[in-house]
Structures are given as structure tokens and as C-alpha cells.
């Protein structure tokens, strides 16, 4: 185990920030998250708004054309409050609804009750009095670096390597394969939330800091589109586009692609495969990209051959 106590912060996925840590293939690391304004488990702001990571982590023997597997083992809540608004962003919104939408964007405290998992929104009344949701921690951000000669990503944007994916799946138990465009991958991670639901359509989740612990796996050799999630139950594809519908073909592309390299299916078997038991979330609505993940169940498919 190695833990990081971080004291600098990124506002992009830069392959310009020197590491802030040297790991190794099977490595464990402890450490921990603020939240995407930038404020730590105390409440002080510790870096600029804007999604700012933890990062980046230099992954020993990590060239191009690899992928770098993230294994989430830990996610814990390390505050009692996070930050939201009363929002909808304008993609969820029909028309009829926006000269009442006018009077929303005020911000929301929300009461994180870490001992029983619960969260609620501070001094509600009225139909939310009793308002009670489970907390869900995910983390909204993960990449690596990009590419030689590309500007470095936003993090509040999302590329071939991760970013600002805002996918509540990426939690504890998960796995996150992303590929490596830079020498020791250059890895971040951040923008905690402590529960959020699919398109984080109030522009905000639960923002809050976060304990993570997470082991790193190499697979040389072996490069990938765009960024793929594995739960003990489901392979998920993540496409990012513009539209939902480019996300969509991203993700369901990735997802056939995925299929015909881990269990060695033909595009016709997957095409069957996918007409009867794939589904389609969208994780994200709120950023300048919207994002789709295509998804599947494992129990489902034949013997895998490679990937695990």
C-alpha cells in the first residue's frame, strides 16, 4: 500500500505536469479527492473550480498503444456536506419549461450522513422534507494524458484516454480501462460525487471530496478507442460526442469491438448478441460533450478467451 497525500491540484489532463508519484503494475495507492470547486474534506479551497484532479501518477513501463486498467477498491466519503443546484441543464429540457426554468440555478447543501449512507438536501420542506437518498460515491473524473502534440484536455472536457466522464459507474468494485497516448500513461483521477444521477442533469451532482484506494494493472500491447468500464456483472463501452446520437454509435461501436476481441465473436454473432441483450445509459448531459455508455450483461456471453 502506498498512500499520496496530495497538496497541488490540476485543472487539465496535462502530459506537461510532472508526476506527483512513481508506481508499479500491481500497485495500491491511497489517496484522496476535492471536490470539483475545488474545496478539500475541510472546506478549504485548496485549488481553482473546474473539476481540479489529484494526479498525475506515473505507471512504470507504460508506452503508447498499452492500456492501463484502474481498479477502484475504495471510495469513502471523507466530509459531511456536498454542493448541487436546483438546475436542469438545457438538453433535458422541453421547451414548455424553460421561462420557469429562469428562476433556477440556486446552489444546494446536502446533508452526507456517512454512518447510515444516507445524503438529503439541508433545510428542505415542503414534499422533500422527508427526502432521503442512499449515497452512491463515484468519481466524475479519470484520465490519462493525451497524445503527443494535442492540447491538453480540460477537465471538464472527455477524450480517447477518459476525462471528465461523469459515469456513475465508476465506483468502488469497477474496474476503468483507459489507453495510454504518453510514456507512464499519466494518470488523474477526481470530481467526486457522492451519489449522481445518469446525465447529472442539475449541471452539478453531489460534489464532494473523497478517500480512494486503487491498483493499477498494465496490458501491453493492447490499444483501445475509447474508455471501457467492467463491473462484476457487465461490460460497459463509453462513447463521447457532440450529439447523442455520435455518442451512441462511439459507445455501441466500442462495445461490438469489445465483444469481438475478449470472446472472439464475428460481427454477426455480436449483432445478434447486441439486438437482444445490450442497453444504453447516458452518463453525462451536462458538459460541452454528451456521453452514452453502451452495456451488457456477462452472464450473458459465451466464454470469454482474453481480457480477464
Known sequence: MIDFAPDDFSNSFSADRPPVLTIWPGDTVRTRTIDSGGGDEHGVTRALFGNPQTGPFFIAGAAPGDTIVVHILKLRLNRDWADSLDSIVGRALGAGLVPQ??????????????????????????????????????????????????APLST???????????????????SVYLAVQQPGGLLYLGDAHARQGDGETSQYALETSMDVE????????????LPRVESPTELMALGQAGSLDEALKAASTGLIGWLQQDYGLTLSETAQIMGAEARFTVPNLAGRSV?????????RLPARRIGE
Open 101 to 150: 426554468a429562469g428562476d433556477l440555478g440556486k446552489p444546494v447543501r446536502w446533508h452526507l450522513d456517512r454512518a447510515n449512507g444516507l445524503a438529503w438536501p439541508e433545510g428542505a420542506t415542503g414534499a422533500l422534507k422527508d427526502y432521503r437518498v442512499p449515497v452512491r460515491p463515484m468519481l466524475g473524473g479519470m484520465a490519462l494524458a493525451g497524445g503527443f502534440g494535442s
Open 156 to 174: 471538464g472536457d472527455t477524450g480517447r484516454s477518459g476525462g471528465n466522464m461523469d459515469f456513475p459507474e465508476l465506483v468502488e468494485g469497477n
Open 214 to 225: 486503487f491498483r493499477v494493472e498494465l496490458i501491453k500491447g493492447r490499444a483501445l478507442p
Open 291 to 299: 456521453g452514452v455508455a453502451a452495456r451488457i450483461d456477462k452472464a
